[in-house]
């Protein structure tokens, strides 16, 4: 069962489950006060785009589930290549609340730059939005640098505000698939997304199934195989570990074929949509450990194919 789907919960229930693992996790981790304030301000903003897009804005896409079948039998992501509109006119307002989060939640005037580029129109935001939805790091990277704007920070806000639009398409293109499509799903055995083709945040195991989430798109899916989801190493050079002997619930998959790692944490339910990052937040330690032993997440994945 590759793809796993995730039950959509109340956006009341999702903010008490937000704010209980905060709370749970400002317990052990007093220090990241600061920074769980930003997300809770980043995610409010996150969660209010995803509910104006429930109500109807997601464009009608010519994507027959035979092609869709196909192309995820050839390794290609569903959404890879394809020309999809986006709501600019939503997301754009955004865009500028999600950069003033973040400069007053410690990025400064290097995101204050960023919200004048976007209201300026410095920034073309529909090219913007089209370059994150694609995973183009190379157009956000040289237009962020050519205007003189922190590069990361561009990818980050623009992923953020791309993000619900991203998850609501996977929802509604797997959602609904028939016997075909989903044996495809089924049998997607990669490490990189079905449908956006990004890498994993990290694994959510629950029960012992060891899920992969999307950290764009929040997609869920299960590998037949135990390896390294980047270059398939399952020898001696895959390597699950605990950095914390006493916290054996969250490890760290490393690989010194390829350099990359991989953070897997035990939780009693999957993350929906978008208390993801929460997992990622709860394990910054985990990318901390991993980096100091030189392990790396490899850059982004490039699907050519067009139709
Ligand atoms: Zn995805
Ligand atoms: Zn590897």
């Known amino acids: 069962m590759p793809h796993v ?6 956006r009341q229930n999702q903010a008490d489950l937000a704010e209980r ?40 896409l010519s994507l027959p589930q035979k092609y869709l079948a196909a192309k995820l ?43 004048d ?6 920034i073309e935001c529909g090219s913007l939005l089209t370059a994150s939805l694609a995973r183009n790091q190379t157009a ?21 505000a791309v993000g619900p639009f991203v998850h609501a398409l996977q929802r509604a293109l797997f959602g609904h698939a028939g016997d ?34 999307c950290s764009f798109c929040s997609s869920a899916w299960e590998l037949t195989t135990y390896a390294c989801i980047y270059c398939e190493e399952s020898g001696e050079k895959f390597v699950t570990a605990a950095p914390d002997e006493e916290r054996k619930d969250r490890r760290l998959e490393v ?26 937040i709860e394990t910054t330690d985990l990318d901390v450990a991993a980096m100091e032993h030189g392990y790396q997440r490899p850059a982004l994945k490039e699907f050519g194919s067009r139709r």
């Open 5 to 10: 789907p995730i039950p959509a919960i109340s």
């Open 21 to 60: 693992r905060w709370q749970d996790l400002l317990t052990v981790r007093p220090d990241l006060g600061p920074a769980l304030d930003l997300q809770r301000r980043l995610l409010a903003l996150v969660a209010g785009l995803a509910s104006a897009l429930e109500n109807g804005r997601l464009p009608r």
């Open 73 to 115: 039998a050839r390794g290609v992501p569903a959404l890879a290549g394809e020309p999809i509109p986006l709501p600019v006119p939503l997301l754009r307002p955004a865009l500028v609340q999600l950069c003033e989060a973040l400069a007053e939640g410690g990025a400064g005037e290097a995101a204050t730059h960023i919200r």
């Open 117 to 122: 580029a976007i209201a300026s129109g410095n």
């Open 140 to 160: 956000i990277r040289t237009g962020a640098s050519h205007r003189g704007l922190a590069p990361d920070l561009v990818w980050l806000v623009a992923e953020l």
């Open 180 to 213: 075909e499509l989903q044996q495809a799903l089924d049998g997607w055995n990669r490490g990189y997304c079905p449908a956006c083709g990004s890498w994993p945040a990290l694994a959510e195991v629950v029960g012992g199934h060891r899920t992969l989430r």
């Open 255 to 280: 690989c010194s074929t390829c350099g990359g790692y991989l953070k897997t944490i035990d939780l009693p339910e999957l993350s929906p949509f978008p208390l993801l990052s929460i997992s990622d």
